[in-house]
Protein backbone atom coordinates (compact mmCIF):
# COMPACT_ATOMS: atom_id res chain seq x y z
CA UNK A 1 0.00 0.00 0.00
CA UNK A 2 1.01 3.32 -0.82
CA UNK A 3 2.15 5.85 1.99
CA UNK A 4 1.01 9.35 2.06
CA UNK A 5 2.34 11.60 -1.10
CA UNK A 6 3.18 15.08 -0.97
CA UNK A 7 3.91 16.82 -3.65
CA UNK A 8 5.94 18.90 -4.90
CA UNK A 9 9.30 18.03 -2.36
CA UNK A 10 10.51 20.90 -2.97
CA UNK A 11 8.92 24.41 -3.64
CA UNK A 12 10.82 28.09 -4.29
CA UNK A 13 8.12 31.34 -4.09
CA UNK A 14 8.87 34.86 -3.50
CA UNK A 15 7.41 37.14 -1.22
CA UNK A 16 3.61 38.08 -1.99
CA UNK A 17 3.21 34.82 -4.27
CA UNK A 18 1.11 32.23 -3.16
CA UNK A 19 1.19 28.55 -3.26
CA UNK A 20 -0.66 25.51 -3.51
CA UNK A 21 0.61 22.28 -2.00
CA UNK A 22 -0.31 19.01 -2.22
CA UNK A 23 -1.39 15.84 -0.49
CA UNK A 24 -2.28 12.66 -1.39
CA UNK A 25 -3.60 10.01 1.36
CA UNK A 26 -3.07 6.48 1.68
CA UNK A 27 -5.65 4.36 0.46
CA UNK A 28 -8.69 4.50 2.29
CA UNK A 29 -7.75 7.23 4.77
CA UNK A 30 -10.56 9.65 5.14
CA UNK A 31 -8.79 12.42 7.81
CA UNK A 32 -6.14 14.59 6.53
CA UNK A 33 -4.14 17.19 8.47
CA UNK A 34 -1.49 19.51 7.83
CA UNK A 35 1.26 21.08 9.63
CA UNK A 36 4.23 23.60 9.77
CA UNK A 37 7.67 22.35 10.91
CA UNK A 38 9.93 25.33 11.58
CA UNK A 39 13.43 25.02 13.51
CA UNK A 40 12.38 27.87 15.84
CA UNK A 41 8.90 26.66 16.30
CA UNK A 42 8.87 22.75 16.06
CA UNK A 43 6.09 21.20 14.46
CA UNK A 44 2.81 23.54 14.59
CA UNK A 45 -0.57 22.15 13.86
CA UNK A 46 -2.59 23.95 10.40
CA UNK A 47 -5.39 22.17 9.69
CA UNK A 48 -7.93 19.14 9.87
CA UNK A 49 -10.14 18.02 6.96
CA UNK A 50 -12.23 14.73 7.01
CA UNK A 51 -15.08 13.83 4.55
CA UNK A 52 -14.33 17.98 2.93
CA UNK A 53 -14.56 19.18 5.88
CA UNK A 54 -12.74 21.39 8.46
CA UNK A 55 -12.77 19.60 11.65
CA UNK A 56 -10.06 21.70 13.64
CA UNK A 57 -7.80 24.95 12.73
CA UNK A 58 -4.40 25.80 14.88
CA UNK A 59 -3.71 29.30 15.18
CA UNK A 60 -2.04 30.39 11.68
CA UNK A 61 -3.43 33.56 9.92
CA UNK A 62 -5.99 33.44 7.62
CA UNK A 63 -3.37 33.21 4.24
CA UNK A 64 -3.50 29.77 5.29
CA UNK A 65 -6.14 27.61 3.67
CA UNK A 66 -6.70 24.52 2.56
CA UNK A 67 -9.83 22.08 1.41
CA UNK A 68 -9.97 18.43 1.57
CA UNK A 69 -11.90 16.95 -2.35
CA UNK A 70 -14.13 13.92 -2.35
CA UNK A 71 -11.38 11.43 -2.98
CA UNK A 72 -9.57 12.60 0.14
CA UNK A 73 -6.92 13.88 -1.68
CA UNK A 74 -5.99 17.31 0.11
CA UNK A 75 -4.53 20.72 -0.88
CA UNK A 76 -3.64 23.72 1.05
CA UNK A 77 -2.62 27.51 0.32
CA UNK A 78 -0.72 30.06 1.33
CA UNK A 79 -1.35 33.25 -0.37
CA UNK A 80 0.75 36.44 -0.06
CA UNK A 81 3.54 34.54 1.06
CA UNK A 82 6.23 36.21 3.84
CA UNK A 83 9.49 35.38 4.69
CA UNK A 84 8.51 33.76 8.03
CA UNK A 85 6.31 31.12 5.80
CA UNK A 86 10.01 29.31 5.14
CA UNK A 87 8.90 25.60 6.52
CA UNK A 88 8.72 22.28 6.11
CA UNK A 89 4.92 21.71 5.63
CA UNK A 90 3.62 17.85 6.56
CA UNK A 91 0.62 16.14 5.50
CA UNK A 92 -0.48 12.90 7.24
CA UNK A 93 -3.72 10.95 6.68
CA UNK A 94 -5.48 8.74 8.62
CA UNK A 95 -8.63 6.58 8.91
CA UNK A 96 -10.44 8.73 10.30
CA UNK A 97 -9.81 11.43 13.15
CA UNK A 98 -8.28 10.94 16.40
CA UNK A 99 -6.36 7.43 15.24
CA UNK A 100 -2.70 6.84 14.48
CA UNK A 101 -1.60 9.19 11.90
CA UNK A 102 0.85 8.51 8.81
CA UNK A 103 3.02 11.08 8.13
CA UNK A 104 3.88 12.18 4.72
CA UNK A 105 7.74 13.38 3.82
CA UNK A 106 6.85 17.03 3.40
CA UNK A 107 6.96 19.99 1.12
CA UNK A 108 10.23 21.99 1.47
CA UNK A 109 9.14 25.58 0.84
CA UNK A 110 11.45 28.28 0.83
CA UNK A 111 10.20 31.84 0.72
CA UNK A 112 12.74 34.48 -0.81
CA UNK B 1 -2.93 24.06 25.04
CA UNK B 2 -1.68 21.18 26.74
CA UNK B 3 1.94 21.16 26.51
CA UNK B 4 4.55 18.57 27.15
CA UNK B 5 8.22 18.76 28.39
CA UNK B 6 11.38 16.99 27.05
CA UNK B 7 14.74 16.94 27.31
CA UNK B 8 16.09 18.50 23.82
CA UNK B 9 18.65 15.57 23.55
CA UNK B 10 19.59 12.19 24.82
CA UNK B 11 22.57 9.79 23.79
CA UNK B 12 23.07 6.25 24.08
CA UNK B 13 25.12 3.28 23.14
CA UNK B 14 23.86 0.72 20.88
CA UNK B 15 22.46 -2.22 21.97
CA UNK B 16 21.41 -0.65 25.22
CA UNK B 17 18.22 0.55 26.69
CA UNK B 18 17.25 4.04 26.64
CA UNK B 19 14.62 5.59 28.69
CA UNK B 20 13.06 8.90 26.93
CA UNK B 21 11.02 10.76 29.64
CA UNK B 22 8.23 13.52 28.90
CA UNK B 23 6.35 15.72 31.86
CA UNK B 24 2.53 16.65 30.81
CA UNK B 25 1.69 17.95 34.33
CA UNK B 26 -1.64 19.83 33.09
CA UNK B 27 -2.59 16.60 31.08
CA UNK B 28 -6.19 16.13 31.45
CA UNK B 29 -8.61 12.88 31.86
CA UNK B 30 -9.29 12.00 28.56
CA UNK B 31 -5.72 12.88 27.38
CA UNK B 32 -4.21 10.21 25.49
CA UNK B 33 -0.40 10.08 25.40
CA UNK B 34 1.42 9.47 22.31
CA UNK B 35 4.90 9.04 20.95
CA UNK B 36 5.91 9.64 17.34
CA UNK B 37 9.68 10.10 16.11
CA UNK B 38 10.95 11.81 13.01
CA UNK B 39 13.97 10.20 11.34
CA UNK B 40 15.88 12.60 9.45
CA UNK B 41 14.66 13.71 6.26
CA UNK B 42 11.36 12.34 6.71
CA UNK B 43 7.78 13.08 8.61
CA UNK B 44 7.47 11.43 11.68
CA UNK B 45 6.31 8.21 12.25
CA UNK B 46 3.91 6.76 15.35
CA UNK B 47 5.63 4.65 17.64
CA UNK B 48 2.99 3.81 20.95
CA UNK B 49 0.70 5.30 22.78
CA UNK B 50 -1.68 4.93 26.17
CA UNK B 51 -4.28 6.26 28.20
CA UNK B 52 -3.57 4.84 31.77
CA UNK B 53 -1.41 1.60 31.59
CA UNK B 54 2.07 0.41 30.58
CA UNK B 55 1.90 -0.32 26.87
CA UNK B 56 4.23 -2.96 24.98
CA UNK B 57 4.67 -3.50 20.84
CA UNK B 58 7.65 -3.89 18.64
CA UNK B 59 8.81 -0.99 18.34
CA UNK B 60 8.84 -0.22 22.03
CA UNK B 61 7.26 0.16 25.60
CA UNK B 62 5.75 3.04 27.04
CA UNK B 63 5.68 3.54 30.64
CA UNK B 64 2.91 5.61 32.48
CA UNK B 65 2.95 7.57 36.15
CA UNK B 66 0.22 6.84 38.35
CA UNK B 67 -0.58 10.34 37.90
CA UNK B 68 -0.25 10.76 34.92
CA UNK B 69 1.72 13.62 34.79
CA UNK B 70 4.73 12.03 33.32
CA UNK B 71 5.26 8.80 30.96
CA UNK B 72 8.57 6.92 29.76
CA UNK B 73 9.24 5.79 26.52
CA UNK B 74 11.63 2.87 26.25
CA UNK B 75 14.04 1.76 23.79
CA UNK B 76 14.86 -1.96 25.07
CA UNK B 77 18.25 -2.05 22.74
CA UNK B 78 18.62 1.13 20.71
CA UNK B 79 20.21 0.61 17.46
CA UNK B 80 21.53 3.23 14.79
CA UNK B 81 18.41 3.16 13.38
CA UNK B 82 16.43 4.84 16.11
CA UNK B 83 18.81 7.74 16.43
CA UNK B 84 16.04 10.60 15.70
CA UNK B 85 13.88 12.69 17.19
CA UNK B 86 10.93 11.91 19.63
CA UNK B 87 7.91 13.45 20.11
CA UNK B 88 6.00 13.15 23.29
CA UNK B 89 2.03 14.20 22.23
CA UNK B 90 -1.03 14.60 23.98
CA UNK B 91 -3.72 13.77 22.11
CA UNK B 92 -6.63 16.66 23.59
CA UNK B 93 -10.18 16.58 22.47
CA UNK B 94 -11.49 20.26 21.82
CA UNK B 95 -14.84 20.96 20.54
CA UNK B 96 -15.36 17.36 19.64
CA UNK B 97 -12.90 17.31 17.45
CA UNK B 98 -9.07 17.17 17.53
CA UNK B 99 -5.99 19.69 17.69
CA UNK B 100 -2.52 17.84 18.49
CA UNK B 101 -0.05 20.05 20.45
CA UNK B 102 3.49 18.65 19.53
CA UNK B 103 6.60 19.00 22.37
CA UNK B 104 9.49 20.92 20.84
CA UNK B 105 10.81 16.55 20.64
CA UNK B 106 14.11 14.92 22.19
CA UNK B 107 16.94 14.56 19.63
CA UNK B 108 18.29 10.58 20.06
CA UNK B 109 21.94 10.20 19.02
CA UNK B 110 22.97 6.77 19.35
CA UNK B 111 26.70 5.73 19.32
CA UNK B 112 27.94 2.35 17.84
Known amino acids: KAGVTQTPRYLIKTRGQQVTLSCSPI?????VSWYQQTPGQGLQFLFEYFSETQRNKGNFPGRFSGRQFSNSRSEMNVSTLELGDSALYLC???????????FGSGTQLSVL | DAKTTQPNSMESNEEEPVHLPCNHSTISGTDYIHWYRQLPSQGPEYVIHGLTSNVNNRMASLAIAEDRKSSTLILHRATLRDAAVYYC?????????????FGKGTKLTVNP
Open chain 2, 89 to 101: ILRRRQGGSEKLV
Open chain 1, 92 to 102: ASSLRPNEKLF
Open chain 1, 27 to 31: SGHRS
